[in-house]
């Protein structure tokens, strides 16, 4: 396509997240035309369990793709590609005949599956890293896939005779846009595959050893494929009918993707439900010693993979909504900033909200949040900052992490996700990084990087070099923090975190 046709197409890219499903139109500059979004419930069954309707999921998608059209007032003749990225190893599994789940969608965050961990790992965490990149966790899609299979009455009978299907979000969606039970396409791509423990991070396919650990028949999965290729295209049933699908990334890699990370060194932290931080390190595989996960970044086409080192980290901007449903001590997620900025510090009080354990760089599922320093001084302001302190905090460790496994320390971090708007929450965490935080002009980098994988794809896009030049910086934040006052406050926080260990007894979960 030439680039005076681009000029007057789109790309749309569905963003199918933890809390929400968007779908985005985007320019051929990577700016935003027109945003449909609907929130989906989040469901509680027990303590440490969290589900998703995967239908209800669905029908948001087909919605939000109405909405995002009519906003922007065009039809699906002037869509070029769909690009596609998700909340990452969120599971599903579901009847390959007539499309229904068989269970819940068990979201990323669940803990339910500690025990199928345990019995896996038998007292090595790491056993399977050296092949997956990653520890043993309840974090990752096969002990949710070997939950339900061991679980759900029938279920695993029916996985055996080839009648079930699994994937990540990005499966269910792309299978029900391609056509579901009549035809529908079966495939993820090598960054969502490269989050369930089953996949060889060398190979770039299923591996057969780590499906009989977890008792899942190889028939239940998707085709792995690259993050930026046609894989189908959008059905008769959809208002995008016709529309090529061609980019699919999870939800951090499409960020770094998005932030124009494209080259070994270059990083990224989303700060969303939970936060992210990503380094691409190249061609190279790099292993981590400090708690880091290694991971695909993104692969395009018949091209090398480049991998990168992560730091998960699980509850940040979900800590805010926690203080807004669960304590009601602010309406808004909007107003945590304003209630901090009532008071001048966070008076001595630390927030460690270890509410799905801690993922890196420590991996104790056994950890329990915390609030430490508790004194009659302290007032709804001083537990408002202390939140959102913490995920400065967090990052603060898995970006020490980084640069200890990386060999480099980093000059510069470049920031997304919807806390980005909170000024004093950036200024903090260059106060407690001591290097600059850079937020783009467009913070919806997690779905442009899905459209940038399906542009490129078809031709909307040429080049890397062509993306690059669309990104543009918005905002920046120096740091100010004295060196001896950063480290105090580490030091303080580190004190805190190791309150949350071995809250949990085995013979309880």
């Known amino acids: 396509m030439s680039n005076v046709a681009c000029m007057d197409n ?12 968007r779908a985005i139109v985007f320019d051929h500059a990577g700016k935003v035309v027109a945003t449909g979004q609907l929130e989906h419930e989040q ?15 669905w029908n948001n998608t087909r919605e939000v793709i109405g909405l995002a059209l009519a906003k922007a007032n065009i039809t699906r003749h002037k869509v070029t590609a769909i690009g596609i990225t998700n909340q990452r190893e ?6 390959r005949a007539s499309g229904e789940p068989v269970y819940n969608a068990i979201v990323w965050q669940d803990t339910r599956t500690q025990a199928i961990v345990e019995r896996i790992a038998d007292g090595n965490v790491q056993r399977l890293a050296a092949k997956t990149g990653l520890p043993l966790a309840t974090y990752f899609s096969a002990s949710k896939i070997a939950w339900i299979l061991e679980n759900v009455d029938g279920v695993s009978e029916r996985a055996a ?3 079930l299907m699994f994937g990540t979000t990005d499966t269910w969606v792309t299978w029900n ?3 579901g039970a009549n035809g529908g396409v079966h495939v993820t791509d090598v960054t969502n595959a490269s989050r369930t423990l089953l996949m060889d991070l060398e190979t770039l396919d299923w591996d057969d050893d780590l499906l009989d650990l977890f008792g899942i028949p190889r028939s239940m999965l ?3 494929a690259s993050s930026s290729e046609v894989y189908g295209i959008a059905s008769d049933t959809s208002l995008l009918r016709q529309v090529p699908v061609a980019g699919i990334l999870g939800d951090q890699q499409a960020a770094t993707f998005g932030q124009a990370a494209f080259d070994a060194g270059e990083s990224k932290n989303t700060y969303g439900t939970g936060n992210f931080l990503i380094v691409n390190t190249g061609e190279e595989i790099v292993r981590s010693r ?4 290694t991971t695909v970044a993104y692969r395009l086409g018949d091209a090398k993979p480049h991998y990168a080192l992560e730091g998960s980290i699980a509850v940040t901007g979900s800590l805010i909504q926690w203080l807004r449903d669960n304590l009601g001590i602010i309406s808004s997620s909007a107003e945590a900033e304003t209630l901090a900025q009532t ?24 950890a329990r949040g915390a609030i430490v320093g508790m004194t009659r001084f302290v007032t709804r302001g001083h537990i408002a900052r202390a939140a959102l302190e913490a995920t400065a905090f967090q990052t603060r460790e898995v970006l020490d992490a980084v640069n200890a496994d990386f060999g480099t320390d980093l000059v510069e971090l470049k920031v997304d996700g919807g806390m980005t708007a909170d000024d004093m929450l950036m200024q903090f965490q260059a106060d407690l990084l001591g290097v600059p935080v850079v937020r783009p002009v467009v913070v919806e980098t997690t779905a442009l990087g899905a459209a940038y994988a399906a542009g490129l794809a078809v031709g909307f896009w040429n080049d890397l070099d062509e993306l690059r030049s669309n990104w543009h910086e918005g905002r920046r934040w120096e740091p100010a923090m004295d060196p001896e006052e950063r480290d105090r406050r580490m030091r303080e926080w580190r004190k805190a975190v190791t309150k949350t260990f071995d809250w949990v007894d085995a013979d309880t979960r």
Do not use: C
Request: net charge negative.
């Open 343 to 366: 008071v001048e510090d966070n008076g001595g009080v630390y927030f460690v909200p270890a509410f799905s354990g801690l993922f890196a760089p420590y991996w104790r599922p056994d």
């Open 177 to 179: 846009l391609t056509g």
């Open 10 to 21: 789109y790309v749309v890219a569905i963003d199918q997240g933890t809390t929400s499903t």
């Open 43 to 57: 469901v509680f069954p027990r303590a440490g369990w969290v589900e998703h309707s995967p239908v209800e999921i």
């Open 161 to 163: 005779r080839g009648e």
């Open 90 to 95: 969120t599971t599903v599994v579901w009847d």
């Open 222 to 224: 998707p085709r792995i």
């Open 290 to 293: 400090n708690g880091l996960i």
